[in-house]
Every structure is written in structure tokens, then in C-alpha cells.
């Protein structure tokens, strides 16, 4: 008896090793084959996006701007449905869904630059506001690294950037850019905040501010800042009492061989407390206009030698005709220094002085105050400016703008 249920153990173990072998090696063919299906969709899904991507350039050209949906390539730019399937998604069936599907066709893949509204919640403060206006924000932000298509469908996420270059990422794109911005800017609560959301976002009480009228005389290259003002001439704007620029000349004036209209100031925020209740960035400035240069009459609060060469902000144009920007960096040392002079202070060529004066706490240490002129030569000259963003760098130093010319 014992022999034979020893025997009948022996049997058992033999198949056990024949069986096992065969099983591990069914698995490993599966996952093989898992994966070699896995790298088909990907690769077919890539070519969709490419044909896609394309189709949207020649829209582009046609148009004089993107589509507002894909559905709109159908039929003169893409006239087969299956590109706007993913393969992945061809046997399971799915597709986009939600306020980002499209309104017309079935499709797998996100455009991110659709027509669909941002909700209240998505955006606090941007009632009418669409997807479409949030990601040229970002675009504002980052670059042409925001993503205008995304398929969702793989292990990680495929995206198609707005200028046709095609990486993966986590399913949040933004958390690739950890390391060179605060991702959080890049939300659309921070885009178009509410009045109320947030210390450093809320833009001051202007209410009790007031700026002198524009002069009938100014003419449209003078460019009309009213709407932006977050500060007056007159006030100490800086928290010091009597630290103010009322002794600059206002209205139409003529500074450095430029004539600039002079009424208020659009201040940046910082790191310095100081600034922490002026906004971050100023977006949609209105230029509407064709020029060979644009003309900035600025200064900066809270700068020392020490950051000479230091991006302190930027003015990001956006052109009117094809979505093209371009960014202007400011530099300190190069084109603006502190308004306030300093003792022993060694000024070189650049920046450029427009105006000196004087305020009580200037005089007070037998210094005085100023403001700079930086003249940008435009690329495109034949091509209308639509509008520009002020953003600071959110070091120290916070930049502020007086007056824009174009001609």
C-alpha cells in the first residue's frame, strides 16, 4: 500500500514537470503576443495622428485658423473615418465622450483645441471662455509643447504637440514640466481665476485709482493701456509712503526720441511682498496693429546688481493671422533697471534712461528715480500683432510697464 501511493506520488511529480514547462511557456507566447499587438496599435495610432495632424495644417492654411472641431476635416481634408479611430480602440469599441467628444462623429482621439465652453468650475473666472482659449494661454506659458491632439488608449498617453512633434506622458502632459514652470499656472482656475481665488492672484482694488483721460490726440500707434492699469502715478505703490512717480510728466509725451502716452502703470507681482497683491501676468494687451518696432517705456522694483542678466518677466506676442507668438524676454541690466538709482551705482550703455526725476523718499538719499526705454524690432512686420501678455518671472524683481508704442 505504501509502495503504491509512493509510486502514485512519483507518477503525479513527472506530470507536474511535464505540464509546467508547457504552461509557463503558453504564458510567455501570450505576453509575447500582447505586446507585439500592443506596439501595432501604437504604431497605427501614430500614423492616424500623423494624417490628422497634417489635415489640420492644410485646414490652417485654407481657413486662416484651426478647426473648431475634427469633424470639421470630414470630408475635403480626411474623408476616412477610420483615421479618427484608434486601433486599440477598434476592438473594444471605445471613443471619446464627454464635453471633449466630438459633436459630430464618433472618434478616439482629444482634440484640445475644440470649440467646447470651460465650465465654471474648470475656470472661476472665465464665463464664455473655451478649451480653445485655455490651451493658447498655456501656449503663452510653455510653448508649442501644449499638446492639440492626445490619444488616451496606450500605456502611457500619446500626444501631438501644437507644433507636430509627438511624445508620450502621464495622463496629466503638464507634469512633464516640473522642473522648468509651476504647473500649477498652467490650470485653468489660475488661466481665468475668480475674483476671490487666491492672495496672489487677485488683482488690486482699483476702484478708488484714478488716471487721466486719453487725449483725443493720441493716435492708434500710441497703444491704449487704460483697461490694464493697476496702479496710479500718484500713489505709493510699494507700500513706502510718498515713493511714487508723480513728478513724471502724464498725457502725450515725448521720451528718448519716442512719444509714448503716459497715464498709469501695470505692475507685475514677485516673490517680494511688496508686489504679492499685484497679478502674476497681464494677458491680451490689445495691439491690433502692423509695425516694424514696438517701443516699451518700463522699469522694475526690488532689483539689485546682483541680478544683472536675470529674465524678470517677458511680453508674449500673439500674431492675429496664423496663432503665431513670440516671446520678449526682459532682462535686467540689459533693458530695465531698479526706478531707483543707488549710490556708487556704475551704469553702462544698456539699459536705456528715458526719463529722470525725483519723489520725496529719492530725495530724502540724494538719489533719484527713472524710467527705461527698449526698443523690439519685429520679424514680421507685414503680419498684425493682435495682442501681447506681461508676465513677471516671479523672482524677486518685479517688472513694471508705464506706456507701448507702435510704428
Not at 500626444?159 to 512633464?176: C, K, T
Request: aromatic share 8%.
Amino acid at each position: 500500500m505504501r509502495n503504491r501511493a509512493a509510486r502514485l506520488l512519483r507518477v503525479l511529480g513527472m506530470a507536474l514537470l511535464c505540464l509546467g514547462p508547457s504552461a509557463a511557456s503558453a504564458q510567455t507566447n501570450a505576453t509575447v503576443e500582447d505586446s507585439k499587438l500592443a506596439d501595432a496599435d501604437k504604431d497605427g495610432c501614430i500614423r492616424n495622428l500623423k494624417l490628422i495632424y497634417e489635415a489640420i495644417q492644410v485646414y490652417r492654411v485654407d481657413h486662416k485658423d484651426i478647426p473648431h472641431w475634427l469633424s470639421d476635416l470630414v470630408p475635403q481634408y480626411i474623408n476616412d473615418p477610420n483615421v479618427f479611430i484608434c486601433p486599440a480602440c477598434k476592438r473594444t469599441g471605445q471613443s471619446v465622450s464627454g464635453l471633449l467628444a466630438d459633436p459630430k462623429m464618433p472618434c478616439s482621439y482629444l482634440y484640445e483645441f475644440c470649440s467646447a465652453p470651460l465650465t465654471k468650475q474648470e475656470a472661476p473666472g472665465g464665463a464664455g471662455k473655451t478649451r480653445r482659449d485655455l490651451k493658447r494661454q498655456q501656449m503663452a506659458i510653455v510653448g508649442s509643447v501644449v499638446p492639440i491632439l492626445r490619444c488616451n488608449h496606450h500605456g502611457k498617453v500619446l500626444n501631438v504637440a501644437f507644433d507636430g512633434r509627438i511624445y508620450e506622458s502621464p495622463a496629466m502632459w503638464q507634469d512633464l514640466l516640473t522642473n522648468q514652470v509651476n504647473v500649477s499656472e498652467l490650470r485653468a482656475s489660475s488661466i481665468f481665476p475668480g475674483p476671490m481665488n487666491g492672495k496672489d492672484e487677485k488683482a488690486p482694488n482699483t476702484a478708488k485709482l484714478n488716471y487721466p483721460p486719453r487725449s483725443p490726440l493720441a493716435k492708434p500707434a500710441l497703444i491704449n493701456l487704460s483697461a490694464y492699469y493697476n496702479a496710479s502715478l500718484t500713489e505709493s505703490w510699494h507700500d513706502s509712503a510718498k515713493n511714487d512717480l508723480a513728478s513724471l510728466p502724464t498725457g502725450l509725451q515725448k521720451f528718448a526720441g519716442v512719444d509714448y502716452d503716459v497715464r498709469g502703470i501695470i505692475q507685475l507681482g514677485s516673490k517680494s511682498p511688496s508686489v504679492r497683491r499685484f497679478p502674476t501676468r497681464v494677458n491680451g494687451i490689445k495691439i491690433r496693429q502692423k509695425c516694424a518696432r514696438l517701443h516699451f517705456l518700463h522699469a522694475a522694483a526690488f532689483g539689485l546688481a546682483a541680478n544683472g542678466g536675470e529674465q524678470i518677466g517677458s511680453y508674449i506676442l500673439h500674431f492675429g493671422t496664423n496663432q503665431m507668438q513670440l516671446e520678449i524676454p526682459i532682462i535686467y541690466g540689459r533693458d530695465v533697471n531698479n526706478w531707483h538709482t543707488f549710490p556708487g551705482e556704475k551704469l553702462g550703455a544698456a539699459p536705456v534712461v528715458a526719463w529722470t526725476g525725483t519723489n520725496t523718499v529719492s530725495a530724502a538719499a540724494h538719489q533719484s528715480i527713472r524710467l527705461f526705454t527698449t526698443t523690439w524690432v519685429n520679424v514680421a512686420p507685414g503680419v498684425e500683432i493682435e495682442s501681447l501678455d506681461f508676465v513677471s518671472g516671479m523672482g524677486t524683481v518685479a517688472p513694471f510697464l508705464i506706456a507701448i508704442t507702435a510704428d
